[in-house]
């Protein structure tokens, strides 16, 4: 990390098929969220980067927020 800190990290966010899949460009970093029951989102086909200096639970919690963003855009959740 450097002095600006992990939010200058950017995300990417792409909806393929039935599945909401966010990504940190440069990185392994990926989660794969689906339509769970009770207009939940499920992630899955989670990947880390042990080799990269950001902090995986800090890209869990982008991305989470992100997909659900995506996810009501899309009209999955109300």
Do not use: C
């Amino acid at each position: 990390m450097d002095e600006k800190g992990d939010n200058h990290y950017a995300i990417e966010v792409a909806v393929v098929d039935d599945s909401i899949i966010v990504t940190m460009p440069g990185t392994r970093y990926r989660i794969v969220y689906r339509q769970g029951l009770d207009t939940w989102l499920v992630a899955s086909d989670t990947r880390n980067d042990a080799d990269f200096p950001f902090r995986t639970f800090t890209f869990r919690a982008r991305a989470w927020t992100a997909a659900n963003d995506k996810a009501r855009e899309l009209g999955w959740l109300v």
